[in-house]
């Protein structure tokens, strides 16, 4: 982690449906930094992450975010809560993987090699290499989480944002994933992980958020 700023939100405020589900959030994140965010269920947790990148519209407020070298544009990886993949028409783990490349330029023809040897590396590195060819709805929900998050990585990004990503995960899968995006701080990537377990995220986030509407209150940690 360095002093240079990845994220830098001022006054967020966030209304939908004629309801405020956000208020007057300011926070600055430092790159390769592991900030958890938690707090209570409908305190708009979820809801800031999809401003932070873009689905949401805030009301008010800005969101900016910094690549790593000035020439650079941001590039911010996201891994939803849930992820609909059609069951009807499965697609393979390495597929799911693939599809994270597609904002980058076309998947296939002349980037066709790369693309895969990319996928392979990063699912190799997540320690899913073995469920390459499986049905994506085969996987156990820990592989599923860690083909999302491979798919995220695909594009090198210099930020991570992840949503209950070990929703329904046991406890060692959990303190895997977790170990994994640890290790990813550790290079450099900005981490911003939602969670419910705040054990879970003390153990790992260097700072912890805690959002209720507001930004109620945040610590740093000494992991």
């Known amino acids: 982690m360095n002093d240079k700023v990845a994220l830098d939100v001022k006054n967020l ?7 405020c589900v956000l208020a007057n ?3 600055s994140v430092r ?41 650079e544009q941001p590039i911010v990886g996201y891994v939803p809560q849930s992820a609909y993949i059609n069951q009807s028409n499965p697609f393979s783990a390495l597929q799911i993987v693939v599809q994270g490349a597609a904002q980058s330029g076309p ?33 156990s929900g820990g592989e599923q989480r ?3 998050l491979a798919r995220a ?9 992840l949503d209950e990503p070990t929703t329904g995960v046991d406890q060692y899968g959990h303190s ?21 377990d705040i054990p879970v995220v003390s153990r790992f986030s260097k700072r912890i958020a805690y959002i209720n509407k507001d930004l109620s209150w945040e610590e740093y940690l000494s992991n």
């Open 13 to 19: 405020n966030l209304d939908l449906g004629g309801k």
């Open 25 to 27: 959030i300011s926070l």
């Open 31 to 71: 790159q390769g930094e592991f900030l958890g965010v938690v707090g209570p269920n409908g305190g708009g947790k979820t809801s800031f992450l999809r401003a932070l990148v873009g689905i949401l519209k805030p009301t008010k407020g800005t969101i900016s975010w910094y690549a790593t070298a000035p020439e």
């Open 107 to 139: 998947v296939f023809g002349k980037n066709r090699r790369q693309t895969i040897e990319r996928a392979k590396a990063l699912m190799k590195f997540l320690g899913i290499e073995r469920q390459i060819a499986t049905c994506y709805v085969n996987l």
């Open 146 to 148: 860690r083909c999302l």
């Open 153 to 161: 990585l695909m594009r090198s990004p210099s930020a991570v944002l």
């Open 176 to 196: 895997r994933f977790c170990n994994i995006l640890n290790d990813l701080s550790k290079e450099g990537v900005t981490i911003i992980l939602v969670s419910h």
